[in-house]
């Protein structure tokens, strides 16, 4: 047993977890540079997935004449919860695994009116080839048992530097606004330390979780129908949408 165990053995949990911070702050302070340098590259690999996402909205709107994303949110991990998630797992601080085993440093989500804008978009990322699928975890088909629902991807992407190509991981979660609105509201209850009846509100959170899958499925369908029975054009109409269609802002 080292001389860390020891004093762990000796000092109560929240002590124990509150030295450990310490540690691991004082470890990133003398890091600095390199630490700085690995978020600046993190904020890069941020940029390039949204600027994919970004021209896959722009041809969308073009092509189809629809646009599937509401919304594009990003982030990068603070140093705080960085801190915090390593502690957790019990990874020891280091550069090597801050990159090899904290893959949700750099994120991105992408907010959807429909379900299956959700995985077209996902195909449409995954499906380029300077992008590398590394894991994929849909808790729209398996959701949370809290009934938490989003698709989460960890991708990398290539990242050209003045001096290197790093190739870097980035967390992309899809989700619909209705989905979003749940998530907001659960993650704001985490974070109340006292929820009189918390239990019955878990609950009640979680039928409401399934309520909106129920609506995001039939306003799906709803659309879906709408597109099934449109009239047929006219020639003349074709030529008028096509016309139309040159007309359209591409940026």
């Not at 470890?27 to 949204?50: D, G």
């Not at 994120?107 to 959807?112: K, N, S, W």
């Amino acid at each position: 047993m080292d001389e860390r165990e020891e004093r762990a053995e000796l000092i109560p949990l929240g002590e124990a977890k509150a030295l450990a911070t310490g540690e691991f702050a004082k470890e990133m302070l003398e890091t600095a540079v390199e630490y700085k340098e690995l978020r600046m590259m993190y904020a890069c690999a941020i940029k390039e997935v949204q600027t994919k996402f970004e021209v896959l909205e722009t041809e969308f709107k073009v092509r189809y004449q629809r646009n599937p994303i509401s919304a594009i949110q990003t982030r990068l991990k603070s140093s705080s919860s960085i801190i915090e998630k390593m502690i957790r797992k019990g990874i020891p601080f280091s550069m090597e695994n801050l990159e090899e085993q904290i893959h949700d440093l750099a994120g991105i989500r992408v907010i959807c009116s429909y379900v299956d804008d959700i995985y077209a978009l996902a195909d449409a990322l995954t499906g380029q080839d300077d992008i590398t699928l590394v894991e994929k975890k849909d808790y729209i088909k398996n959701p949370k048992p809290n009934g938490y629902r989003s698709l989460h991807l960890i991708v990398s992407v290539p990242v050209f530097f003045s001096q290197q190509k790093r190739q870097m991981k980035v967390e992309v979660q899809i989700r619909t606004i209705a989905m979003d609105f749940w998530a907001s509201l659960e993650h704001q209850m985490k974070y109340k330390r006292e929820i009189p009846d918390q239990q019955h509100i878990v609950a009640r959170l979680k039928s409401c979780a399934e309520d909106i899958a129920r609506v995001d499925q039939e306003m799906m369908n709803i659309r879906l129908r709408l597109e099934e029975s449109a009239d047929e054009p006219s020639e003349d109409d074709l030529l008028i949408a096509r016309l139309k269609k040159l007309d359209t802002p591409i940026l």
